[in-house]
């Protein structure tokens, strides 16, 4: 690099920032970089028993709760090769102050990653110590990891179809994303009806809601708690009484009433009072506070919060009609998303607005239940799909094409880790706004699930490279 005034003080600013730690250990985000990257003397590499490491596949970067890679292949000592995960640490203790010891998400690390040896504390898992196999001084990676060059895969780790798609022009791929796309639509569909046979078409709704609302992690005990009518088909139900229900079955209320002289006491006493005078009735279907997970969620996608909303649908007891009301009446394409968050945003809550969770401080100004991500969450994956299958079970072709209409004209969701991934592979890292539809996203995550999910990191027997090849030919 040119040794101008700039480059110079850039320099400088680096070595400022490289050291974060007083004892001198290097950022962990510079590590798992290194690691993503293979920054690394791929010859050279041993465990700290002496072992040799050949790194088949780092895996790729997980962006959720557990450990920092997933999906790795690793060889040690020649033996055979080992598909699973790998944790980066800045030492060998970290592994059990992080608890990753206790926790089940880390059960398939393959191999940790370490910055140095030390004297005790290792996970009893292989462990590699990277600072003698960097491939370049910790200055010089340091200044590269100010640039973007770290942040997408190295082109020799995305998919072996990222290059025959690169040739199939932009329509015809929007084209192949929409097939794939209508078969996750009718397979999301269909379960709704084998469900819906059993009971009940406005049952089989709720119970899509409440999944939804579970987010990734928490989806089954959400949709437990959906498949609980009794919990609501009670008349002259108010959404306070429904909190202290929900609360109390899910196992989401706090089992202390601890005085924080806040507001908080006051409404955790209400729901507890309402819920000890209902607790022996449901006693028997109380979940186990285990069942929820709360690693790497954000504060305003918790259960309790997503719970006080769906109390205001269901107390309400008007949410279906406000939907099937939205649904047949005519609204402009660039329309769809804000009209659907008004049929289903519900009046303010006097203290959910205000409260990420129980325990939470008072925000400085209230936040609607609704986030508009989630609007377009339900929409593809619950409401959509729900009101296509009635229709075709029901023989109404105008209103499956009205269903099928809004679904491929549907805005496209908030980007998240699983698509960055999944363009970063199959797209040669295309941006966000390159899938123009929240269809082309759902197409996107077909592909990976029909294909990319049946093989491993190195894409070994997959057959999608080969229908892409036949795509192009037929195009």
């Given at each position: ?24 250990y ?49 060889q040690i ?8 995960d ?10 059990r ?23 005790t ?52 791929l929007?084209e ?8 996750r ?9 084998a ?11 709720w ?39 929900l ?5 989401l ?14 409404y ?6 309402q ?7 449901f ?17 305003a ?17 008007k ?46 100004k ?22 296509w ?37 199959l ?29 491993n ?19």
């Amino acid at each position: 690099m040119s040794t101008n005034f700039y480059t110079q003080w850039r320099g400088r600013a680096s070595k400022n920032q490289l050291l974060q730690e007083s004892n001198g250990y290097p950022d962990e985000k510079l590590l798992q970089a290194v690691w993503q990257q293979q920054r690394l003397l791929r010859d050279q590499l041993t465990t700290l028993d002496g072992k040799s490491v050949r790194v088949l596949h780092p895996g790729f970067k997980n962006h959720g709760a557990g450990p920092d890679f997933r999906g790795a292949m690793i060889q040690i000592r020649g033996g055979v090769i080992l598909t699973g995960d790998v944790e980066v640490d800045l030492r060998g203790s970290g592994w059990r102050s992080h608890g990753h010891d206790r926790n089940p998400d880390f059960k398939n690390v393959v191999l940790h990653v370490i910055w140095e040896k030390e004297a005790t504390s290792t996970s009893g898992h292989p462990t590699l110590a990277i600072r003698n196999f960097l491939d370049a001084s910790l200055t010089d990676l340091n200044a590269w990891l100010s640039t973007d060059s770290h942040q997408s895969l190295p082109e020799e780790l995305r998919g072996k179809c990222c290059a025959p798609l690169k040739e199939i022009l932009q329509e015809k791929l929007v084209e192949l994303l929409h097939q794939a796309a209508k078969i996750r639509w009718q397979i999301k569909s269909y379960q709704f009806q084998a469900r819906a046979r059993q009971v009940g078409w406005e049952q089989t709704l709720w119970e899509g809601l409440f999944r939804a609302l579970g987010y990734k992690q928490n989806v089954w005990p959400m949709q437990g708690l959906g498949e609980l009518r009794n919990l609501w088909q009670k008349q002259s139900i108010t959404p306070v009484d429904l909190q202290a229900r929900l609360f109390g079955v899910s196992g989401l209320l706090p089992s202390e009433l601890a005085r924080t002289g806040t507001k908080s006491d006051d409404y955790l006493r209400r729901i507890w009072d309402q819920w000890w005078r209902e607790r022996e009735e449901f006693s028997e279907i109380i979940f186990p506070r285990a069942l929820w997970r709360f690693n790497g969620l954000r504060p305003a996608n918790h259960p309790q919060r997503r719970l006080a909303l769906a109390s205001h649908w269901l107390a309400g007891g008007k949410l279906v009609s406000k939907l099937e009301n939205w649904f047949t009446t005519s609204i402009p394409d660039n329309q769809l998303l804000d009209s659907l968050a008004k049929a289903l945003q519900v009046e303010s809550d006097e203290f959910w607005c205000w409260h990420w969770t129980f325990r939470s401080a008072r925000l400085p100004k209230p936040q609607p239940l609704l986030g508009i991500a989630r609007v377009t969450d339900l929409a593809i994956n619950v409401i959509l799909p729900w009101f296509w299958i009635r229709a075709l079970e029901g023989g109404n072709q105008l209103l499956q094409k009205q269903a099928e209409h809004r679904y491929f004209a549907w805005p496209p969701a908030e980007d998240n880790s699983v698509f960055r991934l999944a363009r970063e592979r199959l797209l040669s890292g295309k941006p966000a706004k390159s899938l123009r539809s929240a269809a082309a996203q759902q197409g996107l995550l077909q592909i990976v699930r029909d294909f990319c999910n049946h093989s491993n990191a190195v894409c070994e027997n997959c057959q999608f490279p080969e229908l892409v090849r036949a795509w192009k030919l037929e195009a």
